[in-house]
Nanobody, 115 residues
Framework: QVQLVESGGGLVQPGGSLRLSCTAS????????MSWYRQAPGKERELVAT?????????SYADSVKGRFTISRDQAKNVVYLQMNSLKPEDTAVYFC???????WGQGTQVTVSS
């Protein structure tokens, strides 16, 4: 049974950092393209970052987060991370982990950037 569980969200001041984790079970994430999406209140869900399989090592980012966010994976722990630096109020959203093959979503974790 495929499951994705996000954690690491919270309240942070502008300019601060957070690291989100997506713990996978039921499969090895190293073999799949994995993404982070986010959805702000009243807005559509948007793609934030994607990492290819562990073999490809590819990553891609939305223009709005390039240079500030980094997606990575820990194969031993079966976790995909999203390191978020220099956070802005407009980064406030629920962040979701996503496995493209099969379209599996996690339950989301809230990130609030506010002073």
């Amino acid at each position: 049974q495929v499951q994705l569980v996000e954690s690491g969200g919270g309240l942070v001041q502008p300019g601060g950092s957070l690291r989100l984790s997506c713990t996978a079970s039921g499969f090895s994430n190293r073999s799949y393209r994995m993404s982070w999406y986010r959805q702000a209140p009243g807005k559509e869900r948007e793609l934030v970052a994607t990492t290819g399989t562990a073999v490809s090592g590819s990553t891609s980012y939305a223009d709005s987060v390039k240079g500030r966010f980094t997606i990575s994976r820990d194969q031993a722990k079966n976790v995909v991370y999203l390191q978020m630096n220099s956070l802005k109020p407009e980064d406030t959203a629920v962040y979701f982990c996503f496995r493209q093959l099969g379209a599996y979503w996690g339950q989301g974790t809230q990130v609030t950037v506010s002073s």
